[in-house]
Nanobody, 116 residues
Framework: QVQFVESGGGLVQAGGSLRLACAAS????????IAWYRQPPGKQRELVAA???????NYEHFVQGRFIVSRDNAENTVYLQMNSLKPEDTAVYYC??????????WGQGTQVTVPS
């Protein structure tokens, strides 16, 4: 079963930037639609952004214009560049298949904290 691993989170002041990275145990990231999700404290997990197999990107309205999702096929890595961070971006960030019914193992996520 494919295992996803996220990294790159941390504590950053409002207005700052972070780049998250998503790796997988198998070379599948270039062949599938991959999404970034987040779970804010006390809330349900939500979709943030996605990149299709063909490279098309989509963003939820609350990150549109601030976050950029990209993929490095040679490195089998998907990135989430997060700019102009806000306190409401505080969450644990995960990557996974866009189709969440797909068989795989969620990673532990990476914590992003933006103090208010």
């Amino acid at each position: 079963q494919v295992q996803f691993v996220e990294s790159g989170g941390g504590l950053v002041q409002a207005g700052g930037s972070l780049r998250l990275a998503c790796a997988a145990s198998e070379n599948i990231l270039s062949e599938n639609d991959i999404a970034w999700y987040r779970q804010p404290p006390g809330k349900q997990r939500e979709l943030v952004a996605a990149i299709s197999r063909g490279g098309t990107t989509n963003y939820e309205h609350f990150v549109q214009g601030r976050f950029i999702v990209s993929r490095d096929n040679a490195e089998n890595t998907v990135y989430l560049q997060m700019n102009s961070l806000k306190p409401e971006d505080t969450a644990v960030y995960y990557c996974y298949f866009l189709q969440i019914s797909r068989q795989g193992s969620w990673g532990q996520g990476t914590q992003v904290t933006v103090p208010s």
